[in-house]
């Protein structure tokens, strides 16, 4: 059984306005570790709080969240493993959050939107950059798509994007569209995040 190591988390305290506060659950891509998105913390809102986390299997000199593919596979056992055992880290925390937002770069934003397909009802937005769906179907799709309000998800990529494959792009674009309520963004950059894309994903976290 997979599991997040809470020693490892880098944590950003929020200043909420009132109330429990919200968190915000970061995820970074295959072949990196939980200091790299972390270094977002200081431009994003400062109500939230920050949780960065490592994935649970080692590669190459850091860590993914479940195996490379460059191209589609519909074997979700690595993938929904590692989801499920943030869902358990979250369970686990000794302290509850109004409201739980997820950000991921690649690999990290497949994993957002795996948990969401999971657990339809406990997230509040995704931000979804440089990445794509895992593909298979799961129980909790149907759920996803008839949820009222749907979950408002940033989804961007880079037109010189040479590391999600097209036809993942291609697949993917529509079946977020049928599943979130989607705000999507293209850039001129290849697999990386731009200062652009940056003040969208702050301006996203702020109105949602």
Known sequence: MQQIDADAVRWREGQPQSGAGELLVVMHGIGSHE????GLAPHLPSALTIASLRAPLPYG?????FDFSPVDSDDHSLIDASAEAVLRWLDGLDRRFERVHLLG???GGAMAVQLARLAPQRFSSIVHLASFVHDGELPGDA???AREPRIPLLTTIGD???V?????IERSAPWLDA???VDRRTYH??????AEELADVVAFLERV
């Open 35 to 38: 200091g790299d998105l972390f």
């Open 61 to 65: 000199g850091g860590f993914a969240w």
């Open 105 to 107: 770069f690649s690999q």
């Open 143 to 145: 759920e996803l798509a």
């Open 160 to 162: 010189l994007d040479d």
């Open 164 to 168: 999600i494959h097209r036809d993942k």
């Open 179 to 181: 599943h979130f309520d």
């Open 189 to 194: 950059r290849a697999h990386s995040i731009v």
